[in-house]
Nanobody, 121 residues
Framework: QVQLVESGGGSVQAGGSLRLSCAAS????????MGWFRQTPGKEREFVAR????????PYGASVKGRFTISRDNAKNTVYLQMNSLKPEDTAVYFC??????????????WGQGTQVTVSS
C-alpha cells in the first residue's frame, strides 16, 4: 500500500520559515516525480513545485518562486519543501504528490493527506 505522509506544518509569523517533509512508502520512490501542491478552502489545488527523479532544476509556481526550494533524498524516500520568507497568503494545506511526466504533463498517481501551514501577519 502506497503512503505519502507529510510533516512539518504549523504556525509561523510572516517572514519566517518552515520545512515540510513527505515520507513515501510502498512505492519505488526513485522512479517517481515528486511534487508539492497547496489548497485553501473554496479554491482549486495550486501547483507549488515538483522535482524529477534525479533532482536538478525544478519548476515552481509563480507565487513561490525564489522563496521555496524543493529537494529529495532518494535514500530516505523523502521529498522536502523549504519555505522561506513566508507570507500570510501562503496559508494553506500542503499536499505531497507522486507521479510521472508525459511530455510536460504531470500525471499524479498518489497524494498525501496534507499538512496545514498557517502564516500570521
Amino acid at each position: 500500500q502506497v503512503q505519502l505522509v507529510e510533516s512539518g506544518g504549523g504556525s509561523v509569523q510572516a517572514g519566517g520559515s518552515l520545512r515540510l517533509s513527505c515520507a513515501a512508502s510502498g512505492l519505488t520512490f526513485s522512479r517517481y516525480v515528486m511534487g508539492w501542491f497547496r489548497q485553501t478552502p473554496g479554491k482549486e489545488r495550486e501547483f507549488v513545485a515538483r522535482i524529477v527523479r534525479s533532482g536538478g532544476t525544478a519548476p515552481y509556481g509563480a507565487s513561490v518562486k525564489g522563496r521555496f526550494t524543493i529537494s529529495r533524498d532518494n535514500a530516505k524516500n523523502t521529498v522536502y519543501l523549504q519555505m522561506n520568507s513566508l507570507k500570510p497568503e501562503d496559508t494553506a494545506v500542503y499536499f505531497c504528490s507522486a507521479g510521472l511526466l508525459s511530455g510536460s504533463s504531470y500525471a499524479i498517481h498518489y497524494w498525501g493527506q496534507g499538512t496545514q501551514v498557517t502564516v500570521s501577519s
